[in-house]
């Protein structure tokens, strides 16, 4: 299977700050990467897939990029209902397999 | 609007199976998308499942082995979820979720308890 991790786990920022998120691939996936978010008590969300393309809804200070192994997810000028936790996962065939997630606290 | 329901037991015995239910809404199973199962564990671990296609073929993660089936009733609009000779390394949170080849649409998710 395809391991996906995810760094830093947690992470404290302020209202306004701009944060990334890193996911690692442990083979090339290409550009097969979704990103989620998901708040305490619910179900993950569809921010990102394809590594870069932005879900239906979701807000441009959100975007993704990488290829390969090595993507990122970078939040622009954070707002309070961006506080959550991420977590990144593969589409290059199955099984998907999901980073171990990134939470991501107010300062 | 897509939406998705699970339903389910709660709590299941070691060693029994569990069975869950999807029903969707705004959105026949038939067609498209992969009607998938993912799992979270305590401690926020997700596991993908399997899937249930639109043409009512399977995908399984082999993670699972010969445990699991995933079936549908397509008059109902329902996608199943069945896990046989469950343990207490069963206990999670479970979703049903829909998507190609990520997951656009999420159910609420059922907390299934394993233990005797």
């Known amino acids: 299977d395809i391991q996906m991790t995810q760094s830093p786990a947690s992470l404290s920022a302020s209202v306004g700050e701009t944060v990334t998120i890193t996911c690692r691939a442990s083979?090339?996936?290409?550009?097969?990467l979704a990103w989620y978010q998901q708040k305490q008590g619910k179900s993950p969300q569809l921010l990102v897939y394809?590594?870069?393309t932005l879900a239906e809804g979701v807000p441009s200070r959100f975007s993704g990029s990488g290829s390969g192994t090595q993507f990122s997810l970078k939040i622009n000028s954070l707002q309070p209902e961006d506080f959550g936790s991420y977590y990144c996962?593969?589409?290059?065939?199955?099984?998907?397999?999901f980073g171990g997630g990134t939470k991501l606290e107010i300062k | 609007d897509v939406q998705l329901q699970e339903s389910g037991p709660g709590l299941v015995k070691p060693s029994q199976s569990l069975s869950l239910t999807c029903s969707v809404t705004?959105?026949?199973?038939?067609?498209?998308?992969?009607w998938n199962w993912i799992r979270q564990f305590p401690g926020n671990k997700l596991e993908w499942m399997g899937y249930?296609?639109?043409?009512?073929?399977?995908n399984y993660n082999p993670s699972l082995k010969n445990r699991i089936s995933i079936t549908r009733d397509t008059s109902k609009n329902q996608f199943f979820l069945k896990l046989n000779s469950v343990t207490t390394e069963d206990t999670a949170t479970y979703y049903c979720?829909?998507?190609?080849?990520?997951?656009?649409?999420w159910g609420q998710g059922t907390t299934l308890t394993v233990s005797s």
């Open positions: 996962q593969h589409h290059y065939g199955t099984p998907y397999t």
């Open positions: 083979e090339n996936i290409y550009s097969y």
């Open positions: 705004g959105y026949s199973i038939t067609s498209g998308y992969y």
């Open positions: 979720a829909g998507g190609l080849l990520y997951f656009d649409y």
């Open positions: 394809n590594a870069k």
């Open positions: 249930i296609s639109y043409d009512g073929s399977n």
